[in-house]
């Protein structure tokens, strides 16, 4: 179900707040067919019914994408300036806060836990480089005896 809470984001000014509804990745899911069509793009929820018939890529495009987070798609294809502030006619709220992945200076989570243990992938070549380096002078010792 919808909610509606406030936002200062509307550019109107300071201490000026803007209801903002808040909408469920389930409800943006129920509305995927060519009747009503809602698309997610960067946590924010757009109704692009009206827009079907004239999106310049084909209706085709915009029915793949109907009820889901298109945000990867929508940066994929490089949209213009233009397309972008066409959006915001489109614009009907906000996916609510529980529904959103966290965001962490990266798209996708799961690469963030991958580097994490990036440091393996380095430390294990030096660790075994160094362990040679010993094993290397202790069984071929210098050189340098004195006679």
Request: hydrophobic fraction near 30%; glycine fraction near 10%; aromatic fraction near 12%.
């Given at each position: 179900?919808?909610?509606?809470?406030?936002?200062?984001?509307?550019?109107?000014?300071?201490?000026?707040?803007?209801?903002?509804?808040?909408?469920?990745?389930?409800?943006?899911?129920?509305?995927?067919?060519?009747?009503?069509?809602?698309?997610?793009?960067?946590?924010?929820?757009?109704?692009?019914?009206?827009?079907?018939?004239?999106?310049?890529?084909?209706?085709?495009?915009?029915?793949?994408?109907?009820?889901?987070?298109?945000?990867?798609?929508?940066?994929?294809?490089?949209?213009?300036?233009?397309?972008?502030?066409?959006?915001?006619?489109?614009?009907?709220?906000?996916?609510?806060?529980?529904?959103?992945?966290?965001?962490?200076?990266?798209?996708?989570?799961?690469?963030n836990d991958t580097c994490r243990s990036c440091w393996s992938y380095w430390i294990f070549p030096i660790i075994g480089a160094i362990l040679l380096g010993f094993l290397y002078r202790y069984y071929y010792p210098s050189e340098s005896k004195?006679?």
């Amino acid at each position: 179900m919808a909610t509606a809470g406030a936002s200062g984001s509307d550019g109107k000014g300071p201490g000026v707040e803007t209801p903002v509804t808040y909408y469920r990745l389930e409800e943006v899911a129920e509305r995927n067919s060519s009747k009503e069509i809602w698309l997610v793009i960067h946590g924010r929820v757009y109704d692009i019914t009206r827009f079907l018939n004239e999106h310049p890529g084909g209706e085709e495009v915009l029915l793949e994408q109907a009820g889901a987070d298109a945000s990867e798609s929508f940066e994929d294809v490089g949209h213009s300036s233009d397309a972008r502030e066409m959006l915001k006619q489109y614009y009907i709220g906000d996916v609510h806060p529980n529904d959103l992945k966290p965001e962490s200076g990266s798209k996708d989570p799961s690469k963030n836990d991958t580097c994490r243990s990036c440091w393996s992938y380095w430390i294990f070549p030096i660790i075994g480089a160094i362990l040679l380096g010993f094993l290397y002078r202790y069984y071929y010792p210098s050189e340098s005896k004195s006679s």
